[in-house]
């Protein structure tokens, strides 16, 4: 029985990460799963957690955008969603 080992040639940085983007994306899929229970997708779970973090809950859509590295229209769609979702509410 001839038994082959694959031999990476990454270096140490690109093990690393190879690593994290491994964990980000064990992260997501498992998260999803929870979020989809409540009718949340991961882009709007992200949406929620940026506002939560910002100074009394709100942020511009340009900041949230750049914070969640995604364009501005990306965003604006999840936001939307969100609030029709009623997972927030906006204080006028």
Do not use: C, W
Request: hydrophobic share 35%; no cysteine; net charge positive.
């Amino acid at each position: 029985m001839n038994t082959q080992r694959y031999v990476s040639d990454l270096s140490t940085e690109e093990k690393v990460l190879m690593a994290m983007v491994r964990a980000a994306e064990i992260f997501k899929r498992k998260h999803t799963a929870i979020f989809r229970k409540y009718g949340l997708s991961f882009p709007q779970y992200n949406v929620l957690r940026v506002l939560d973090a910002s100074r009394k809950g709100r942020n511009k859509i340009s900041e949230v955008s750049r914070i969640m590295l995604v364009p501005g229209s990306q965003y604006d769609r999840s936001h939307k969603e969100v609030g029709k979702e009623r997972f927030y509410h906006q204080k006028v």
